[in-house]
């Protein structure tokens, strides 16, 4: 009772403070409600695969921190005017890593860490069943087996959902994830040339969910139009130059062939008169649950960018004979499967994925599936793990380039009822030729987008081996302590790396390590 009261408080509280904009307007009956997360993070680990690198003159040795301390706080107010019609929003405060001046938790506490992660409405045509959320939303394209590979973040859009039948569903979305944000050039004395011209990144989007007694499958397709300036902008010499939307909270963002591990040679090659790229995916994910105690997922994806114009790629040194006028097309495909057997006591389960990689030749482009934001979770030190807090320890890659294939024991419990184990190793490989190292920038060029954008760039002649242990313990009902541990041997190839365009770089490989405490309150 006191919890139920204690909600109604603080909506009330707020409606209060929310009056006084409201003008003149008539007022109704609304009710809050009131959700949260208070999350508190240790780590302590060492995240990198590479322990020093050499160019040329140029050493650098890594010394990162190996302990660091995050927290994060998130608060959600719905307004409810009927089943037809609410709108929520959400704040976020964080993720601050303790003793940050500039992210508020320095002595004193006053940095400005405040953001809105949702701002939407819903509300249901009359008499009909087609519900519409209009705003910055949360949007994941449908997925079974290991996450999303392709997109699952905020973006401002629409979605409108319709019920056919009970089995069957529509949903189309437009969303605009980009947009007005390209700075111009100084060209031909006019300054802030073509600024916000061409740089908006539009999604068209329509998935059919169909479900049955112990089956579910979700079709779906998604076109996009990428405009030739969304993915640059300018530096202070005033020439264009790749935008890293990483910074912006796009973890993924892999439409170029290359990012991170760029062929050797300069995007800016890539002028074209086309204004807009063709973007488009699809999907077929599938779940059976009909055959309990088993259960059968399958997700297979394609996607596909278009050329916005070429690019000098070199084989070896740069010299007019090893030039190749290389695309920016990317393309690829992935399939990902897991079963498990459920007992009383856990479910082992076994799983595994295919991806295609680059064939060694950029002249066509890169073979490798793109993708948005993906948020990969078969494992939770290289793949995702949703209470990360953009911390060293935590990736959120997709499987573009890699295959690999994993067990897992989930939900073991040994001694205590509310304290769960899952235990997993996986092996990821990569399906990239050796041939395309030849085009990277130095020989560590593997490691380049590593927790940026892919991950590491694996050929066949590489590979990782991935060990979690993940325990969560449900202290209250809405207090949850989890720990994890991770371990990652890394197997890059030497010799074949040796073999980079650039000959005077070179690398000492290590393996990764983390470990993690995490205090959950959510309500």
Not at 192 to 210: G, K, M, R, S
Not at 261 to 273: F, I, K, L, P, W
Request: proline fraction near 4%; hydrophobic fraction near 35%.
């Amino acid at each position: 009772m006191k919890r139920k009261w204690g909600k109604k408080l603080a909506g009330l509280t707020l409606a209060a403070a929310l009056l006084p904009l409201c003008g003149g307007a008539e007022a109704n009956a609304i009710d809050f409600k009131i959700g949260g997360q208070w999350l508190m993070n240790f780590d302590v680990g060492q995240y990198r695969l590479l322990k020093e690198t050499r160019n040329g003159t140029t050493r650098n040795k890594f010394t990162d921190d190996e302990f660091d301390t995050k927290q994060r706080i998130r608060l959600s107010v719905e307004a409810i005017a009927s089943e037809n019609l609410s709108a929520t929003v959400q704040i976020q405060l964080g993720a601050t890593t303790w003793g940050n001046a500039d992210q508020g938790a320095a002595l004193g506490a006053d940095g400005k860490i405040v953001k809105v992660r949702w701002a939407y409405i819903d509300w249901r045509m009359p008499n009909t069943d087609l519900k519409t959320r209009m705003g910055i939303q949360y949007v994941a394209m449908p997925n079974k087996a290991g996450g999303t590979a392709i997109m699952g973040t905020r973006i401002a859009a629409i979605l409108a959902n319709y019920k056919i039948n009970d089995n069957l569903g529509l949903t189309a979305m437009w969303g605009r994830p980009y947009n007005d944000n390209y700075p111009g050039e100084d060209k031909d004395g006019v300054k802030n040339y073509h600024q916000n011209y061409l740089d908006n990144l539009d999604l068209f989007a329509l998935t059919v969910p169909i479900t049955y007694d112990g089956f579910e499958a979700t079709p779906w397709a998604m076109f996009g139009m990428l405009g030739k300036n969304t993915q640059w902008n300018v530096n202070a010499a005033g020439d264009p130059q790749l935008a890293r939307y990483s910074t912006a909270g796009w973890t993924n963002y892999t439409l170029l062939p290359y990012p991170g591990v760029m062929a050797r040679g300069d995007y800016t090659n890539s002028n074209t008169s086309k204004g807009y790229a063709n973007l488009f995916w699809a999907g077929l994910p599938l779940g059976i649950t009909a055959l309990e105690p088993w259960n059968f997922e399958l997700d297979l994806n394609y996607g596909y960018v278009g050329a916005l114009g070429r690019y000098n790629a070199y084989k070896g040194a740069t010299r007019p004979e090893n030039l190749k006028r290389a695309s920016t097309e990317r393309q690829g495909w992935l399939a990902k499967a897991l079963v498990e057997y459920k007992f009383d006591w856990g479910k082992p389960g076994v799983f595994g994925w295919y991806a295609s990689g680059d064939d060694g030749n950029p002249k066509n482009g890169s073979e490798r599936m793109p993708s948005l934001a993906a948020y990969g979770n078969f494992t939770s030190f290289l793949g995702d793990n949703p209470w990360s807090l953009g911390s060293w320890y935590d990736q959120s890659l997709d499987y573009a380039g890699t295959w690999g294939v994993g067990l897992q024991l989930k939900d073991v419990s040994f001694l205590v009822n509310d304290l769960k184990h899952t235990i997993r190793a996986a092996y990821w490989g990569g399906t990239n030729s050796p041939g395309m190292v030849k085009y990277m920038n130095n020989a560590y060029a593997w490691n380049d987008a590593w927790c940026k954008w892919d991950g590491p760039y694996l050929t066949t002649n590489d590979g990782l081996l991935e060990f979690n242990l993940l325990s969560n313990y449900k202290m209250y009902e809405n207090f949850t302590v989890q720990m994890e541990w991770g371990y990652v041997a890394n197997f890059i190839d030497n010799d074949t790396w040796k073999k980079a365009g650039n000959r005077n770089s070179s690398f000492q490989k290590q393996d990764s390590w983390k470990g993690q405490l995490k205090f959950v309150y959510s309500f």
